[in-house]
């Protein structure tokens, strides 16, 4: 059951909303608080000033009236209570005159900062809470006998934190909105892009490769979307690859056992004569022969393209793999009549496998064989020069057409030129060996010469090769 995509968008739209939610709690919990402590702290200092000046115009005074009117004159002033608190006994401070209240008034009595001033004739300060309200106080000692107080309601002054509160919760909750609806819009465009993507991909699973894989954006879902294109192509190149081998691999197998079973017809016919049925059996046998060829090229084929075929790095002589090959092809060479000849230094070290190698080598001269008139002179050579060391197959045939160079080294393809008992992939062995080695075969081929070169990393030496013994 396939996922629907809003599902994703609803969770991706859930995680901003709950991202959202969290910076703006932050918000909230971090700049109201530190609001209300700045807030607090001005008043405080605000009041710590006033009551220094004030302080002055009370000393001295001892009257009740006196004090009184002082009192309701600063008040004016300042915009706070001022308040005077006589000590009626070392722990109990009584209202003596106050700006704000009548003299019966209690809510003063034993005040916490009055009390703190007095007890340390010294100024004290502090956040307080009377009636259900919050006050900021400031107390300093007149003389000792009194005490003033200097106290200013904070309900007034925290009416900012107020709209700051309640623009947070306002806008906040907008933004809530806003952020979930837009998280969940977004993420449904990801969605469908997504649900495209698989939709494409389950094209693909099922080797549909005709349309192409497609997303306008500029994202990793674009390039995503591009590589998913770019897969698509080079599975589509397989295909037809896999499609061609086993077109190709049926053809070339069908034809040596459609002849096999010719052969095996004919030679059932009793009135025969034994030269006549000689040359069907030898014609039979170069066919099975030919079979057997063919099902171990296959094989390698298909070694080499499930990377059975490791890496190897080792040191080679391929001066000794030109002299071995050139030996053994001299006998075949000599029935097709063609010369082989080797050239190069007595040692060309190279790092590789021997048996890549002279299989490679084998497959260039097999090659050179096959596709050269009697008369041709094939040779081998082996050289090094600067940091590679090269092996050779050169002859001096016709040389292959420009149009067909490009294709040599591709599975099952043979000239217009070829002989028919070529498979058309021993060079694309070769080749497929040659990289395994971290080497290639170049090809520089023109009318009358043709060489194939096996060009390997060069392997330390104890003497180096000179220019003239390169390959060139």
Do not use: C
Request: proline fraction near 4%; charge should be negative.
């Amino acid at each position: 059951m396939r996922t629907p995509p809003w599902s994703l968008a609803v969770k991706l739209g859930l995680v901003l909303f709950l991202l959202v939610a969290g910076a703006l709690t932050i918000v909230y919990v971090t700049v109201v608080p530190r609001l209300e402590s700045r807030i607090v702290d001005t008043t405080l200092n605000e009041l710590k000033q006033a009551s220094q000046l004030q302080a002055e115009l009370f000393a001295g005074q001892s009257d009740a009236a006196q004090l009184q009117a002082v009192a309701g004159l600063l008040d004016s002033q300042v915009n706070a209570r001022v308040a005077v608190l006589g000590e009626l006994s070392r722990t109990t401070l009584v209202p003596v005159a106050d700006s704000r209240s009548s003299l019966t008034a209690t809510d003063l009595v034993n005040n916490e900062v009055a009390l703190a001033a007095a007890r340390a004739n010294a100024p004290a300060q502090g956040r307080t809470q009377r009636d259900g309200r919050e006050y900021a106080e400031v107390a300093r000692p007149i003389g000792s006998e009194y005490v003033l107080l200097v106290s200013a309601p904070l309900a007034d002054r925290f009416s900012a934190v107020d709209v700051v509160r309640r623009d947070l919760l306002i806008f906040g909750g907008v933004a809530l909105a806003a952020s979930w609806l837009v998280g969940a819009l977004a993420a449904l465009k990801f969605a469908r892009r997504i649900r495209r993507l698989e939709v494409a991909a389950d094209r693909i699973a099922g080797g549909d490769f005709s349309a192409p894989v497609v997303d306008d954006g500029q994202d990793e879902v674009a390039e995503l979307a591009r590589s998913f294109d770019r897969m698509r192509v080079q599975l589509a190149q397989l295909d037809g690859a896999r499609r061609e081998f086993i077109a190709n691999a049926s053809h070339e197998l069908r034809t040596p056992l459609f002849a096999i079973g010719g052969f095996l017809e004919l030679l059932a016919d009793e009135d025969l004569d034994e030269a006549t049925r000689r040359d069907f059996l030898d014609s039979a046998r170069a066919q099975a022969d030919r079979l057997t060829r063919l099902a171990g090229d296959l094989l390698d084929l298909s070694r080499l393209d499930a990377d059975q075929v490791g890496p190897v790095s080792e040191p080679i002589d391929l001066a000794d793999t030109v002299e071995a090959v050139a030996a053994g092809f001299r006998p075949v060479a000599e029935v097709s009549g063609h010369v082989i000849s080797t050239a190069g230094p007595d040692e060309v070290a190279a790092l590789g496998d021997v048996e890549h190698v002279q299989r490679i080598a084998a497959a260039l001269v097999e090659n050179a064989l096959r596709h050269t008139p009697k008369g041709t002179q094939i040779e081998l050579r082996a050289g090094i020069f600067v940091d590679r060391a090269e092996l050779s197959v050169h002859d001096d045939g016709p040389g292959i057409p420009e149009g067909e160079q490009q294709r040599v080294f591709d599975r099952f393809f043979r000239g217009e030129s070829s002989s028919p008992e070529g498979s058309g992939i021993g060079l694309a062995i070769a080749s497929g060996l040659a990289q395994r080695m971290g080497g290639e075969i170049q090809l520089r081929s023109e009318p009358g010469s043709t060489t194939f070169t096996l060009v390997l990393e060069r392997a330390p030496t104890p003497a180096p090769f000179s220019r003239e013994n390169a390959l060139v």
